[in-house]
């Protein structure tokens, strides 16, 4: 699809809004770094070898960024914003690693997946590391309230990437089943990275709120513009290969919305290559024309931009500032992504 003038000039004005957010969580952002490295240490050499192979690979950090301007809306930050801002980047890569075994990813940000050098064990062992980093790093604040809300985001993580691999090549799967999958496998710790954020902050519970509910709508925008990205983006910028949500049997909407409508013949098509391995190019390409035909990846970007107004209307309570501007920004440009 062209890309409109309006919606290439949305994608430049939103672009800005990234930087902004780091350069405003900078010097938070910098202690929470160095905590990265320091917890990432080991007497076993292969654990911290493993994690700052990931760790270092350039993710861009967003959902402890996230952590740190939140904490920084209410201004009473106490330092706590710090341990919680680094145990989320851990949670964050934890799942990766374990992503990585379950989905047999080759790639990931752009080179090769941990397992494809440590195996799998190593990848799963060290994902489990890093939880337990996680929890260190939560329990040294002694804030009770906010453990509780990275546990339970840890459980309902987890029951997320089950529920993800018993949809995998479901047929019959809806747009509410992957509406339960993204919630909880994504949005998730989103929410959860705002809300302990506004928590280190010193927010009462209408900013908790808020926050919480900025978070999980800017999670569901982010997964559903990546669901969009894996066929319409390019495989240098993904960091994995175009089309390997296809390959890995992922009932993602664009493959939902596509297989309600399709003819006998169409459906046939995206069947023969759901959850294979080997689907190459071309095939990838027969099932981007079909979705084309449907529109189902417009269709896609509309539902994250809905997400999006709504995690900008969550901001709406608290007073005006420079960081909740940057906050809604962030979501915009969340969505511009997929342009």
């Known amino acids: 699809m062209a ?31 160095a905590m990265i490295l320091a917890k990432a240490d080991s007497h076993v050499e292969l654990v911290p070898e493993v994690a700052r192979y990931l760790i270092d690979s350039g993710g861009k950090r967003l959902r402890p960024m996230l952590t740190i301007a939140a904490s920084r809306l209410f201004g009473r930050a106490n330092g706590s914003e710090v341990n919680f801002a680094a145990a989320v980047e851990f ?17 990931r940000r752009g080179r090769a997946a941990a397992r494809m050098k440590w195996g799998n064990q190593a990848s799963v062992l060290v994902g489990d590391f890093l939880l337990g980093q996680a929890f260190m790093m939560m329990v040294d604040t002694g804030n009770i309230d906010a453990l509780k809300v990275i546990s339970k985001a840890a459980t309902i993580i987890a029951e997320g990437e089950v529920l993800q691999l ?5 047929l019959s799967a809806t747009a509410n089943d992957y509406d339960e999958v993204i919630g909880a496998k994504t949005a998730t710790l989103f929410e959860a990275a705002t809300e302990v954020g506004a928590m280190a ?33 390019e495989t240098g910028t993904l960091g994995k290969n175009t089309g390997d949500d296809l390959r890995e049997g992922k009932m993602t909407l ?16 995206i069947v023969s290559v759901l959850g294979k391995a080997d689907t190459g190019a071309e095939q990838v390409r027969q099932v981007r024309t079909i979705f084309d035909r449907y529109d189902t990846l417009n ?41």
Do not use: W
């Open 3 to 33: 890309l409109s003038a309006a919606a290439a000039n949305e994608a430049i004005s939103t672009a800005g809004a990234l930087d902004r957010l780091v350069e405003a969580t900078r010097p938070g952002m910098d202690l929470v770094n």
């Open 91 to 107: 949670m964050h890569n934890a799942t990766l690693l374990h992503d990585d075994v379950v989905d047999e990813s080759n790639m």
């Open 166 to 170: 018993a949809k995998a090549r479901d």
């Open 201 to 233: 902050g010193g927010a009462n519970e209408a900013g908790r709120r808020a926050l919480r509910d900025y978070g999980r709508e800017l999670g569901f925008a982010f997964q559903l513009v990546d669901d969009v990205l894996d066929y319409r983006g």
């Open 254 to 269: 664009p493959v939902i919305l596509a297989l309600k409508q399709a003819t006998a013949a169409e459906r046939e098509i």
């Open 299 to 339: 269709r896609t970007i509309a539902r994250a931009d809905a997400h999006v107004g709504r995690a900008i209307d969550a901001l709406k309570p608290l007073p005006a500032s420079e960081m909740k501007t940057i906050l809604a920004g962030v979501a915009e440009f969340t969505a511009s992504r997929a342009y």
